[in-house]
């Protein structure tokens, strides 16, 4: 399986820091996806690499994604309490029809 | 433009009782994706459904559930004779393409089995 696999599982900081959680997962992919769940709601996609990519930005989210270390990282940069929610990598693996899978995610709390 | 439909949001059954969740993709999807998703965790693969073919059901149990996406209409998750266990957060989510595409997810249903 090549499920993600996020690290931490929870993670708690001041408003305005920075918090980065990462992603592992097992096998060759053909992109890496990042969601966002607000408690008791669907997932919202929050961006997407490839696997030639090594670094993307949307707004304050910078993501990297390691296909050598089958590794990514999801940095949120000036927290605020609104991004208080479970963040989850997503992956498909690179052949035909695959599934997307979803890790267990990185619950997120940020301090006011 | 309605994205990703849902229904019922909440459901309650008792056991042995069945229970049916719908879900009609956003407009020009093809692809649909079922997953389960239990109290603070993360969610589980289901089946993976295009237009009328089930590319991929790995992840549902081999009785008592099934899954299908007709021609026409929503895809339907069904489970059957339900037990206690099978209460959850069932989510759907529907892509335009397959292994490239953003996934777009309902709010859920949330089924309780007394």
């Known amino acids: 399986s090549q499920q993600g696999e996020e690290d931490p599982q929870a993670l708690s900081i001041q408003e305005g820091e920075n918090a980065t959680m990462n992603c592992s997962y097992k096998?060759?992919?053909?992109?890496l996806q990042w969601y966002r769940q607000n408690s008791g709601r669907g997932l919202v996609h929050l961006i997407l690499?490839?696997?030639?990519?090594r670094e993307k930005h949307s707004g304050r989210l910078r993501v990297t994604l390691d296909t050598s270390k089958k590794s990514s990282s999801l940095l949120i940069t000036a927290s605020r309490a609104a991004d208080t929610a479970s963040y989850f990598c997503?992956?498909?693996?690179?052949?035909?029809?695959?599934?997307?899978?979803f890790g267990k995610g990185t619950r997120l709390h940020i301090l006011p | 433009n309605a994205g990703v439909m849902q229904n019922p949001r909440h459901l309650v059954r008792r056991r042995g009782q069945e229970a049916r969740l719908r879900c009609s993709p956003m407009?020009?999807?093809?692809?649909v994706y079922w997953y389960r998703q239990l109290p603070e965790e993360g969610l589980k693969f289901m089946v993976y459904?295009?237009?009328?073919?089930?590319?991929?059901e790995s992840g549902m149990p081999k009785e008592r559930f099934s899954a299908e996406f007709p021609k026409e209409g929503p895809s339907i998750l069904r489970i059957q004779q339900v037990v206690r266990g099978d209460s959850a957060a069932y989510f759907c989510?529907?892509?335009?393409?397959?292994?490239?595409?953003?996934?777009?997810f309902g709010e859920g249903s949330r089924l309780t089995v007394l």
């Open positions: 989510a529907s892509s335009s393409t397959v292994n490239t595409g953003e996934l777009f």
């Open positions: 096998t060759s992919i053909n992109n």
């Open positions: 690499i490839r696997s030639n990519e």
């Open positions: 997503a992956t498909d693996a690179s052949i035909r029809d695959d599934k997307i899978i």
């Open positions: 407009k020009g999807h093809s692809h």
């Open positions: 459904l295009q237009k009328e073919n089930i590319i991929d």
